[in-house]
């Protein structure tokens, strides 16, 4: 109960550091990048997607938290399977964020054409 706990409000509250407070240096490799490839990053909607991804996450684990203070106990492998799998497809739609990249390319040029 502890873990999933500990893991939901720090969850949370990275998420609201990024997505609110646009703490951008919490992104993975953002602060390594150059500044010419900084510039195509859209950064507000990056923070805006990390933020939810934070926050769905955290809940998801407090609401894990409840359910074993309740006395539902839940293993932890099906949760971190779960969790891995959820990362994972995460960092594949923050793709279309990185106008440095084929998919953010694409997806901007798409995305710009209908406005």
Same mark, same amino acid.
């Given at each position: 109960m502890w873990t999933y706990l500990f893991m939901g409000i720090l969850l949370l509250v990275i998420g609201f550091a990024v997505h609110v407070l646009k703490w951008d240096m919490l992104i993975a490799g953002y602060n390594?990048?150059?500044?010419?490839? #900084?510039? #195509?990053?859209?950064?507000?909607?990056l923070s805006r997607? @990390?933020?939810?991804?934070?926050?769905?996450?955290?809940?998801?684990? @407090? @609401?894990?938290?409840l359910l074993e203070f @309740?006395?539902?106990?839940i293993p932890p492998t099906p949760v971190t399977i779960i969790f891995l799998i959820w990362t994972v497809i995460m960092l594949v739609i923050a793709q279309r964020y990185d106008g440095n990249t084929t998919r953010? #390319?694409?997806?901007?040029?798409?995305?710009n054409k209908t406005r």
């Amino acid at each position: 109960m502890w873990t999933y706990l500990f893991m939901g409000i720090l969850l949370l509250v990275i998420g609201f550091a990024v997505h609110v407070l646009k703490w951008d240096m919490l992104i993975a490799g953002y602060n390594t990048t150059p500044k010419e490839k #900084k510039k #195509k990053v859209d950064t507000e909607g990056l923070s805006r997607f @990390l933020g939810i991804y934070a926050y769905t996450s955290g809940g998801a684990f @407090l @609401l894990m938290a409840l359910l074993e203070f @309740l006395g539902i106990s839940i293993p932890p492998t099906p949760v971190t399977i779960i969790f891995l799998i959820w990362t994972v497809i995460m960092l594949v739609i923050a793709q279309r964020y990185d106008g440095n990249t084929t998919r953010g #390319k694409e997806y901007n040029e798409r995305h710009n054409k209908t406005r």
